[in-house]
């Protein structure tokens, strides 16, 4: 069984760019998470997507923005980008998500580099 | 509201010697708790996990956890470290309660084996 799929892997970006980030959730997982993860602030929530519906949103800028398509795939944008936002940002599937406890499968992440 | 507080940013133990990660959480709803370990460059890997079943919770690779209500911890313990238990480690909190918390992870505790 695949695992979650994130794309790409690596990227770099200048200042004020925009981007978007890839994630294809395991089969028959209908939640996405989005997490960021820095050396100073750790690992926090994003937000979280469950059949097409953005269900959770942590506390971030309204520059951080997603979506999730009718086959789970979920995509994560980031505009007007800024030095602060160069990242790993780690996609998480599970079948029903954190409000439901259950065990989230993480994919390796994508590491964003702003200049 | 959740919390997690990871009470070491490093540990380091002798290869054979056992292994104790401090991890006490506040939440104001029955918490599932998690540990997750991250090795680098890969995504995080689900350990074990407690949804309020048994106290003491057996996972993968010799690690088990144990739910203790009345101090709000649970520590992650093996009887023996394995060269290949250097990683860091996230314990993580999740509310049934709703609200835009999704997982909540501690500030993560670096293990270090030492030969």
């Known amino acids: 069984k695949a695992g979650v799929t994130q794309t790409p892997r690596y990227l770099i970006k200048t200042r004020g760019q925009q981007v978007t980030l890839s994630c294809s959730p395991i089969?028959?997982?209908?939640?996405v998470s989005w997490y960021q993860q820095t050396p100073g602030q750790g690992l926090q929530f994003l937000f979280e997507y469950f059949s097409e519906t953005q269900r959770n949103k942590g506390n971030f800028p309204g520059r951080f923005s997603g979506r999730q398509f009718s086959n789970s795939r979920s995509e994560m944008n980031v505009s007007t980008l800024e030095l602060g936002d160069s990242a790993l940002y780690l996609c998480?599937?599970?079948?029903?998500?954190?409000?439901?406890?259950?065990?989230?499968?993480f994919g390796q992440g994508t590491r964003l580099t702003v200049v | 509201a959740q919390s997690v507080t990871q009470l070491d940013s490093h540990v380091s133990v002798s290869e054979g010697t056992p292994v104790l990660l401090r991890c006490n959480y506040s939440?104001?709803?029955?918490?599932?708790l998690f540990w997750y370990v991250q090795h680098p460059n890969k995504g995080l890997q689900l350990l074990l996990k407690y949804t309020s079943a048994a106290t003491l919770v057996k996972g993968i690779n010799g690690f088990e956890a144990e739910f203790k209500k009345s101090e709000t911890s649970f520590h992650l313990t093996k009887p023996s470290a394995h060269m290949s238990d250097a990683a860091e480690y996230f314990c993580v909190v999740s509310g049934a309660g709703g609200g835009a918390d999704g997982l909540t992870f501690g500030k993560g505790t670096h293990l270090i084996i030492q030969p």
């Open positions: 089969s028959g997982h209908r939640s």
């Open positions: 998480a599937s599970s079948r029903q998500g954190a409000l439901k406890n259950t065990e989230a499968f």
């Open positions: 939440s104001s709803y029955s918490p599932s």
